[in-house]
């Protein structure tokens, strides 16, 4: 069945376009497209149409609302348009069929529990136009493997990822200062967490249950402020946590991060953390200098003459490293 939404409605047809709240919610619709003046979809205009399986969505939607498409479970994928900014609370929850999205560059904002329960969702690319990933936005994404973080984002909240078991690794963004309260926890597949130098809080309980973490890379010279509980039912024993080179007396000391048994400092001059010193780190803080945003280069592990900043005297230490120890591969 296609059905077809011909007008709009509103006290101003020219000023006030939106979706006829017509019986739709709940309906057994499997196909639907807005039509083209269409400019917001409503708060759950679509909440338990489970066996729609595809809706076009126009350029002329800003907006979509609360749970509009909450708990249509046939729903496999969606394309959101370039003209959409915001995708608010729960607005895809509980679409379990739900595979992939695609989030344009023109959103700045995912809400809470935007995605949260889509069990079937395996990988998602948020753009580098989000600043904010709110509550539990993909919480219980139980399939969900791969997730980029752009480095537009400053902070994720409480329980963002929390239950996304499939997980098995993050790598979070250095525009990040904050990690909320349970953000992952239960990623209990999760095996490798980095953690930026601009972190400088992580909530209480962040990274509970996540008991398949094997390296943790905490690249701030100061530990984050965290409690006890943070970390809580990580294996403190075998879990490494990489730190900055010189810093690792502050970890054992900082709460939160001395109960892990096993500390260790990363090379002096290893700025793409691949636990080696070679000419891949000296091609990567040339190319950063020369302004070509090399992949994997962490700024803060490049400075090696400690003046906070990044230049060629940085290059001529990188090589003197180089010339002593031509090959080197730490026997940690």
Not at 99 to 115: D, E, H, M, R
Not at 161 to 190: D, E, M, Q, R
């Amino acid at each position: 069945q296609v059905i077809y939404l011909i007008g709009s409605a509103g006290r101003d047809r020219g000023k006030y376009i939106y979706i006829q709240l017509i019986d739709i919610e709940g309906t057994e619709i499997t196909e639907y497209i807005v039509p083209n003046d269409v400019t917001s979809i409503g708060d759950y205009a679509f909440r338990d149409c489970s066996g729609l399986i595809s809706v076009t969505i126009p350029n002329s939607v800003t907006s979509i609302g609360n749970g509009a498409f909450s708990g249509c479970s046939g729903l496999t994928s969606v394309t959101i348009p370039s003209s959409v900014t915001s995708i608010s609370s729960g607005a895809f929850a509980y679409c379990k069929g739900l595979t992939s999205v695609i989030i344009p560059n023109s959103v700045t904002s995912i809400g809470q529990g935007a995605f949260g329960s889509c069990s079937g969702l395996t990988s998602v690319t948020i753009p580098n136009s989000v600043t904010s990933i709110g509550n539990s936005a993909f919480g219980s994404c139980s399939g969900l493997t791969s997730v980029t973080i752009p480095n537009s984002v400053t902070s994720i909240g409480d329980w963002a990822f929390s239950g996304c078991s499939g997980l098995t690794s993050i790598t979070i963004p250095s525009s990040v200062t904050s990690i909320g309260y349970n953000a992952f926890y239960g990623c209990s597949g999760l095996t490798s967490a980095i953690i930026p130098s601009s972190v400088t809080s992580i909530e209480s309980s962040a990274f509970s249950g996540c008991s398949s973490l094997t390296s943790i890379l905490s690249l701030n010279n100061i530990p984050p402020t965290c409690s006890t509980y943070s970390f809580d039912n990580v294996n403190m024993e075998n879990c490494v946590l990489w730190v900055p080179k010189g810093c690792a007396n502050a970890y054992k000391e900082a709460d939160g991060w001395k109960d892990f048994q096993n500390i260790r400092e990363l090379a002096f001059g290893d700025v793409n953390i691949d636990f080696e010193v070679n000419q891949t780190d000296l091609d990567a803080t040339v190319d950063f200098i020369m302004d070509k945003d090399p992949e994997g280069f962490y700024e803060n592990l490049a400075d090696l003459n400690g003046d906070d900043k990044v230049d060629a005297a940085d290059v001529v230490k990188l090589v003197t490293i180089l010339n002593i120890q031509e090959g080197l591969n730490m026997d940690w």
